[in-house]
């Protein structure tokens, strides 16, 4: 058979039957995929519904609320809320100004903040002007959903607009991936009176020019 011949050889094909698939077979299995489905079309539909604007003096106990179910997401007992309180608490002034967003979903519903902390505007020292990602924590059930990189981008965007060339912060430990994953630089690590659980720290060089998605607050 000549290559002409070969290449012009019909395919030979199986006959199609239909494969069952023992999962969707199962009615309840078939039910909790499609529950699974509509679970996730709809929060797709609110994260692109969300929108990001300041924080209210009104929403000090809720944001507070929010940090706990935060921090509790990532398996620590009750009693860490109380080792060290002032770290993690919001206080009305930290709302007041253009220090602090929120990120609110369509049905309303706050599902994360940051606060920004410094001199507003940022004045330059030492060659760079610097202010504080002062906390940036996303609800429990939100954790994992890009939430927290839409409030990051839109901390940027803000901390430049403020004139600032470099946010600087500590993070939990078990938040030191995302930031890495921000592309923020690990400094060091400080160790506190809890055993085993170390303060990271991180600074983050602010682009000058618009290369992240953001939007305006």
């Known amino acids: 058979m000549t290559w002409l011949r070969l290449y012009h050889a019909p395919m030979r094909t199986r006959p199609w039957r239909e494969i069952s698939d023992p999962i969707m077979a199962d009615p309840v299995r078939r039910k909790r995929i499609e529950e699974l489905k509509r679970m996730m079309l709809d929060d797709m539909k609110a994260y692109a519904e969300a929108t990001i604007r300041p924080a209210r003096l009104d ?27 002032e770290a993690i608490t919001v ?3 930290m709302l007041d100004g253009v220090r602090a967003h929120v990120l609110q979903e369509a049905d309303g519903r706050v599902v994360g903040y940051y606060v920004l902390t410094g001199q507003f505007p940022a ?3 030492g060659g760079r002007a610097t202010l504080h990602l002062d906390k940036l924590f996303v609800d429990a059930d939100r954790i994992g959903t890009g939430r927290g990189k839409r409030l990051w981008q839109h901390a940027v965007a803000t ?9 600087a912060f500590a993070a939990d430990p078990n938040a030191a991936p995302f930031y890495r994953a921000m592309g923020a630089t690990w400094i060091r690590q400080e160790t506190t009176t809890r055993p085993g659980w170390n303060l990271q720290f991180f600074r983050f060089p602010i682009p000058p020019t618009e290369d992240i998605t953001t939007e305006p607050g």
């Open 59 to 85: 929403e000090v106990d809720a944001l507070n609320a929010l940090t706990g179910r935060s921090c509790l997401h990532w398996g620590y007992e009750p009693a860490f809320l109380d080792w060290e309180p």
């Open 91 to 93: 206080y009305p002034e």
């Open 123 to 125: 004045e330059p020292a």
């Open 159 to 167: 901390a430049r607009a403020l004139g600032a060339t470099e946010l």
